[in-house]
Nanobody
């Protein structure tokens, strides 16, 4: 089970940190990612992370502003979002699947999804 938290409303230029608590998964063996979906748009990959030290991936639109990390002791995935823009508004989902992944920012690579958390930037 994947449970996201940390969403909310923030003004442009502000920051939020999303969390995804994973139960029934071992963060050290799963690839994980963050996706978002705005109203009327397809779900898009925001950031992905492999197992220890094996790389992180970001959509061009968030590079330099978002940081994905894993806390292996807490089995939790994070997304630190800084300098938020109105275009970042949407429902954010975390996802997990066994590594390796061919395309870590593509939704079809992931078998397990959280319920989502809303992020609104005005």
């Amino acid at each position: 089970q994947l449970v996201e938290s940390g969403g909310g409303s923030v003004q442009a230029g502000g920051s939020l940190r999303l969390s995804c608590a994973a139960s029934g998964y071992t963060a050290s063996t799963y690839c994980m990612g963050w996706f978002r979906q705005a109203p009327g748009k397809e779900r898009e990959g925001v950031a992905g992370i492999y197992t220890r030290g094996r790389g992180t991936y970001y959509a061009d639109s968030v590079k330099g502003r978002f940081t994905i990390t894993k806390d292996y002791a807490k089995n939790t995935l994070y997304l630190q979002m800084d300098n938020l823009k109105p275009a970042d508004t949407g429902v954010y989902y975390c996802a997990a699947n066994y590594c390796p992944l061919v395309a870590p920012l593509m939704a079809y690579e992931y078998a397990n999804w959280g319920q989502g958390t809303q992020v609104t930037v005005s």
